[in-house]
């Protein structure tokens, strides 16, 4: 789990203070390393069904693949994150996912305060442009404005200025261990999800992790982290919101109301093209694309005309077909909690899915995506009597106070 967390960190570590070149097939190489270690780890636990699913989807995207060029088999390894890192948090317990989670956050936080107060000598030990530009992220002609080594979105100055706190951090987007502010607004939102999910310690510690992730989505200014938070709130009040239904719904329903935005929007015979980089530009360009596609589009049997790395959905949808995207999500909202904070746990990575996707596939990114698995299997880990690891965890401590320490009204 901290391997998958960190290791991009440790090679561009590498790249910069050791002068070796990292390519995209190195960083393809180590993510392939970890998933083989998780499903060593996990290798008790894959049944013969999961085997029968990933063959079948396999050969049918294979053979998808022949008859659209364009489809990017990486949607496997994708799939493959979420399996292997929640059924390995369905080995451990909740509180073990609460523990870990801390540990990233200890590791987050001082190296984000390192890059924000000293950001010249974070460049000398991490040279994220040169980086990227290595793993062919950064175009080599691409202009660094900027004028620094963070990422092409590490600056939001002139007319895209920060939202939280201009005056204090002035242009400078953190992003830490993620390296790009994108995921450490993702980190975000996926402690607030755990957060909301479930009670684990003392209230002090639950509202000091709170804050601290509320520090992380300012550090990086991310104005859709802050978006999110407020949904899954608003969710986490409904009397719906532990739901199967909603889950399924949800995404879809999100998916559904873009095609209508970029419908009202239309412009006969022009591409889709982001024409506002910021969240209104990238939902309007979403719609547009999907009401640009046709048929053979929506079941990935051609190519998407325009590319589909700014819009998650198009990414799903045309690289595994709408039927059996839907088919996956069917598989995640059908399969029934074990424990309460797994039910509200997942409806929480359901608003999660629905916005991330509307603005890019970063979301399938395993620098954020181990930790969100992981901890959803954790929430739903059970003892072996059946009972929550919360619930049994809370029992050990109630039995070891003495009878005579307890209270007679």
Same mark, same amino acid.
Request: glycine residues 8%.
């Given at each position: ?7 991009n ?6 790249? $910069? ?5 990292i ?12 998933? #083989? ?6 290798r008790?636990r ?10 079948v ?10 008859? /659209?060029? #364009? ?15 929640y059924?390995? @948090?369905?080995?451990? &317990?909740?509180?073990?996912g609460?523990?870990t ?12 305060? !390192?890059?924000l ?11 994220v442009? &040169? *980086?990227?530009?290595?793993k @062919?992220v ?6 660094? *404005?900027?004028d620094?080594?963070?990422?092409i979105?590490g /600056? ?7 939202t939280?706190?201009? #005056? ?6 953190? &992003?830490?261990? +993620? ?15 755990w957060?909301l ?25 991310s104005?859709?982290?802050?978006a ?6 608003a ?8 739901? =199967?239904?909603?889950v399924f719904?949800?995404?879809?329903l ?23 980089d910021?969240?209104s ?14 048929? %053979? %589009?929506w ?12 819009t ?5 949808v045309n ?7 839907? !088919? +996956? ?6 399969? =029934?909690? %074990?424990t309460?904070?797994?039910?509200s746990m997942?409806?929480?990575?359901a608003?999660?899915?629905a916005a ?5 596939a ?5 620098k ?10 954790a929430?739903?880990?059970?003892s072996?009597?059946?009972?929550s ?7 050990? =401590? %109630?039995?070891?106070?003495? =009878?005579?320490?307890i $209270?007679?009204?």
């Open positions: 789990m901290l391997a998958a967390a960190t290791f960190m440790v090679l561009c570590f590498i790249s $910069t203070r050791g002068g070796l070149h390519s995209s097939a190195v960083v393809i190489l180590f993510e392939l390393v970890i998933l #083989g270690a998780g499903i060593y780890a996990i008790s894959v049944t013969e069904r999961v085997v029968r699913i990933t063959a989807t396999t050969m049918l995207l294979i053979g998808l693949k022949f008859v /659209n060029p #364009g489809l990017d088999l990486k949607i496997l390894h994708d799939l493959g994150i979420m399996y292997i890192f059924e390995m @948090g369905m080995l451990t &317990s909740a509180h073990e609460n523990r989670l801390w540990i990233v956050m200890g590791i987050v936080l001082p190296i984000g305060l !390192f890059e107060l000293l950001p010249n000598q974070f460049g000398m030990i991490f040279d442009w &040169s *980086y990227y530009v290595d @062919g950064i175009a080599q002609t691409t202009v660094n *404005y900027s620094t080594n963070l990422f979105s /600056n939001r100055g002139g007319a895209m200025s920060r939280f706190f201009p #005056g204090l951090f002035g242009s400078h987007r953190v &992003s830490s261990i +993620f390296l790009e502010p994108v995921s450490m607004g993702n980190f975000s939102v996926i402690v607030f999800a957060c999910s479930t009670k684990i310690g003392k209230l002090r510690s639950r509202i000091l992790l709170v804050a601290l992730g509320a520090f992380c989505f300012v550090l990086c200014d104005r859709f982290a802050s999110c938070w407020l949904v899954m709130l969710l986490r009040m409904m009397p719906l919101h532990r739901s =199967r239904f909603v719904c949800l995404p879809l999100v998916m559904f109301a873009l095609l209508i935005n970029g419908s009202l929007h239309e412009l006969p015979g022009v591409v889709p093209t982001i024409m506002s910021n969240f530009g990238r939902l309007l360009f979403s719609g547009r694309l999907l009401d640009y596609w046709n048929l %053979q %589009q079941l990935a049997l051609s190519p998407s005309q325009v590319y589909t790395a700014d998650g959905y198009a990414y799903v690289n595994l077909s709408l039927p059996l995207a839907m !088919f +996956f999500l069917g598989i995640f909202a059908a399969l =029934r909690p %074990q309460p904070e797994a039910a997942k409806a929480m990575i608003v999660y899915m991330s996707l509307c603005i890019g970063n979301m399938f990114t395993i954020t995506a181990a930790l969100c698995w992981f901890l959803y299997g929430a739903n880990a059970v072996a009597d059946g009972s690891a919360i619930k049994t965890f809370l029992g050990r =401590r %109630q039995r070891i106070i003495p =009878r005579s320490a $209270t007679i009204q």
